[in-house]
Structure formats: structure tokens, C-alpha cells
């Protein structure tokens, strides 16, 4: 039996990383009086089906420590999750145990504390309106605080 590699097909996002420092941001919808950094970072995935998988993360600015992920299946249904932390940065890849069906995630971050993350997320049910991310397990990367 030969078994053969499944490639996956990147779609090149439309807005690049980016950290944006000395941006004014808001509490409870008013505006601060200090500027912040937020953090803005995305990734793309062709399901193989010319359809974009998109990953969207950012936080609120380093002092509210709030970040969220944002995904959108190329069918137009979407899920959100929340992260505790800042600095988000999201990688999207194919799921190796139900390839094309699901997809995994992978988002660094810096949590509280300081100290840089590793999360993992699963996406299930794409292509239907009970498409939804699925946590799997998180990993902090040093026992320094960055």
C-alpha cells in the first residue's frame, strides 16, 4: 500500500502581521487617554475546494491582555474564541487525521504573567453553520517571562 503526501495550497493574505504601537485605544467604548500596542496577525488556507480557510488574531493593546481569534470557513460561516494574553501570532494547517475535513490551529501568545504560549485549537464542522474551534491544549514555551 503507498501512501502519499497531502500538500497544502497557501492563499497569500491580503493584510500582513502587524504590531502597531502608540494606537489609541478604547475601555468600555471610551477612548484612553495613553496609547497602547495592539497586535493584528492572520493566516489563509485553500481547503482544496478554492475555498480560503481564514484565521484572524488581535489583541485589545498590551494592557487589557484580551486577544481573540477569528475564523471564517470559505463558506462564510464564522466562530470566535478568546485568548488571555497579547501579542498574538495564528498558523493554520490541515488536521493529518481528517485531512481536508478538519483543521488544526496554532497561535502563540504572551500570557499575563509574561510568559510566551503555545495553544493549539481544532476546527470542526466546516462548511456548515455548527462550524466552531475546539481547544485542544496550551504550552508555555520558557519559564522566563518575555
Not at 493549539?120 to 504550552?139: A, D, E, Q, R
Amino acid at each position: 500500500m503507498t501512501t502519499s503526501a497531502n500538500a497544502q495550497v497557501f492563499v497569500n493574505p491580503a493584510m500582513p502581521d502587524q504590531w502597531l504601537t502608540s494606537v489609541t485605544t478604547t475601555n468600555a467604548g471610551v477612548p484612553v487617554s495613553s496609547p497602547d500596542d495592539v497586535t493584528i496577525n492572520c493566516d489563509m488556507l485553500n481547503d482544496g475546494k478554492g475555498n480560503a480557510i481564514k484565521a484572524i488574531a488581535w489583541d485589545e493593546g498590551s494592557r487589557s491582555q484580551q486577544g481573540y481569534l477569528y475564523f471564517e470557513d470559505g463558506k462564510g460561516n464564522t466562530t470566535t474564541y478568546k485568548v488571555k494574553g497579547v501579542h498574538p501570532d495564528i498558523v493554520l494547517g490541515d488536521d493529518r487525521d481528517r485531512l481536508g475535513v478538519d483543521y488544526r490551529v496554532a497561535v502563540t501568545y504572551i500570557d499575563p504573567g509574561g510568559y510566551p504560549m503555545l495553544a493549539f485549537y481544532k476546527l470542526i464542522m466546516l462548511g456548515t453553520p455548527s462550524f466552531t474551534v475546539v481547544p485542544l491544549n496550551v504550552i508555555q514555551l520558557s519559564t522566563n517571562a518575555a
